[in-house]
């Protein structure tokens, strides 16, 4: 048994602070800074040579794959034995704070740097990761580096997609110079784990010090129009309407009395997020609407059955209304659950270390539930401020909620790393 080792939390900190000035703005309202690193932009490419040097100086190897995943490896005593791999991402929505996805990889840094500082050596290599456009805030599709190290998108397909601009991932790759040469698939690590704001209000109302990362919840998009009969407000008589606008509502609502039923359990979530009609005027019956819906649930049958019910609904409402209501899905992953074998880790060494900790299902999407397909892999999350309230410039977890989560990271990722070789580490 090893001396415990303690990352410097302050250093993790200001190194948060540092990248968090990269792409940062001062949010007119607040007078807060926040962060605007969309994929692959300049800002991006800053953010991006400013950890790569980071990386270098702590004596990682850096290599850069053909989607611009970044790697930096710390050679292992057996370097011939597959890495345990931290990671996640330092792309950001347009109105980020400083947290999401840098606490993973400048965490892993600092698992790193607090390694060196100790002269501690590993059996197994680490690597420190980072993916491109986790966000998919500029591209259109999430994870999307993860996705393709681990194949679920192919590299052609990832490099053809295009900004409102319609400038594309690889051209704007090589402009920032992360068009790398290592092939686009990712050969599988040991294990990959994440460390994360949980950007949400569970952990800290809860008063936890981490999440144990149970798995992410299923996502299922639709895009809605509608189509009725744009009419005179005054003159229109009611009963000859078609109202898009009242269809879009009375589908809202419907998911309200899904979630109400209990059909689809208690976690079951239903967001009509976009709600726009045309023409939008104050004296005009909307001819058009168009309308998102967002379900989520951590059971993915009940999600399919949900999906099912709103469907039925739509021709319900349309027949209700007089209108026509065409569903386009947009987006469908199922639930993903992580490792149980790395989730019991991460609450040992929690409890050793005295922090209070519980199983949580992530509402949003992330890295690792892309690399759960290649490797055992989990997430810790660390608890936020202000409702855990993230993707806006008040995005805050303090310099000892971060500490917790790495120092958790640390042990987690050293236990793993002096695991001895199986037959999957074939020299
Ligand atoms: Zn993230």
């Not at 019956?285 to 399919?304: F, I, K, M, Q």
Request: overall charge negative; glycine content about 12%.
């Amino acid at each position: 048994m090893t001396s415990q080792l303690f990352i410097d939390g302050a250093r993790l900190y200001r190194s948060l602070a540092a990248l968090g000035e990269l792409g940062a703005f001062t949010d007119p309202h607040s007078g807060l800074r926040g962060v605007c690193r969309l994929a692959l932009t300049a800002e991006d490419g800053a953010g991006r040579r400013h950890v790569v040097e980071q990386m270098r100086e702590a004596g990682l190897t850096v290599r850069v794959d053909r989607i611009g995943n970044v790697f930096g490896r710390r050679a292992g005593l057996d370097d011939r034995l597959r890495p345990v791999m931290l990671g996640s991402h330092i792309d950001s929505v347009a109105t980020a704070g400083r947290f999401d996805g840098c606490l993973g990889v400048l965490g892993g840094l600092e698992v790193v740097r607090t390694l060196n500082d100790a002269g501690r050596a590993t059996l197994r290599p680490l690597v420190v990761a980072f993916f491109t456009d986790e966000e998919g805030a500029r591209f259109g599709t999430d994870m999307l580096g993860s996705a393709v190290a681990t194949g679920r998108i192919a590299l052609e397909d990832a490099h053809a997609l295009r900004d409102r601009n319609g400038l594309s991932v690889r051209d704007e790759l090589a402009a920032i110079g992360f068009l790398g040469d290592d092939p686009p698939r990712l050969p599988a690590p040991f294990a990959y784990l994440e460390c994360h704001v949980e950007q949400g209000p569970v952990l800290r109302a809860a008063g936890l010090d981490l999440g144990v990362v149970a798995g992410v919840q299923g996502i299922c998009w639709h895009e809605l129009t509608i189509v009725g009969k744009a009419a005179h407000a005054g003159t229109t008589p009611m009963a000859l309407r078609a109202d898009a606008g009242v269809a879009a509502s009375r589908i809202n609502l419907a998911l309200r009395d899904l979630v109400a039923s209990g059909r689809f359990g208690a976690e079951f979530r239903a967001t009509m997020g976009v709600l726009l009609p045309h023409p939008g005027l104050v004296n005009v019956v909307p001819g058009e609407v168009t309308a998102t819906v967002d379900l989520r649930n951590p059971d993915s049958a009940l999600l399919d059955a949900a999906e099912a019910a709103i469907i039925a609904f739509y021709a319900e409402a349309a027949r209700m209304e007089g209108v026509t209501v065409t569903h386009r899905r947009t987006a469908r992953t199922p639930y993903v659950g992580f490792d149980a074998e790395l989730g019991r880790r991460i609450a040992a060494a929690a409890d050793a270390r005295g922090l209070s900790h519980a199983g949580i299902v992530s509402g949003a999407g992330h890295d690792a539930q892309e690399l759960a397909r290649l490797c055992p892999a989990a997430m810790i999350f660390v608890p936020g401020e202000h409702d855990g309230i993230s993707h806006n410039p008040r995005e805050l977890s303090t310099e000892r909620q971060c500490a917790d989560g790495v120092n958790v990271l640390l042990d987690v990722a050293c236990a793993l790393a002096d695991a001895p070789a199986t037959p999957e580490d074939q020299p």
